[in-house]
């Protein structure tokens, strides 16, 4: 069944409804965690993005690098698929499809669809994530996958809008981290032997000068 709306895939459309009729078939309880976690993820995955700057302390200066790209990189490519949005102005499927019921209110119109700003966030914050800490190799994914979904399980985005967003994320951020790895290594490395900036960047303590006589 074709959907007839312009610049939706058919397969989107059909994916959508399908979700979003699922999400109406499970508890209720079940909706108001999905509507709490969808905005809760990208959070967690900021307090990861900090505990991974903490444990970074411990590590060499291109770990404390990471550290301190990580969070840029994740805004940049937040930031980008935002200006990617507002010049591409792609309606959302709850402004269209009237016959659906959304588990979220519908975003109000001007508040675009494609890329997924959540999911574009929370892949750039999994590829930064696995960067600093291969320990979440398989939970930082995990989470961003799970945050794509929810975005179309509350109703407020197509399929497509979150596979958009989770490229773009993923790739935004790789290009960030490995264009500036090397220059904020070397700056962390002169950071470091500051002793007002000692604190956050390391454990170690800054060398005291001896006393003058």
Known sequence: MSNEIED???ISAEWYREVTAFAQHTPAWV????EVATDAVPALLFAFLVFGWWRARRGDDRRMALALLAPLAVVGAYLASE???SVLRLRRPCWDLADVVTVAPCPPYGDWSLPSNHATFGAAAAVALV???RGMALVAPVLALLEAF???FVGVH???DVAAGLLF???TAAL???ALRNPATALVAAMRRHPALAAVLTTARPPVPPLRR
Do not use: N, T
């Open 150 to 152: 929810s975005r179309v």
């Open 8 to 10: 939706v895939p058919d």
């Open 169 to 171: 994320g993923a790739v």
């Open 83 to 85: 200006g990617v949005k």
């Open 131 to 133: 960067a600093l800490w």
């Open 176 to 178: 960030v981290l490995k």
């Open 31 to 34: 909706r108001d965690a999905a």
């Open 158 to 160: 197509y399929p497509h």
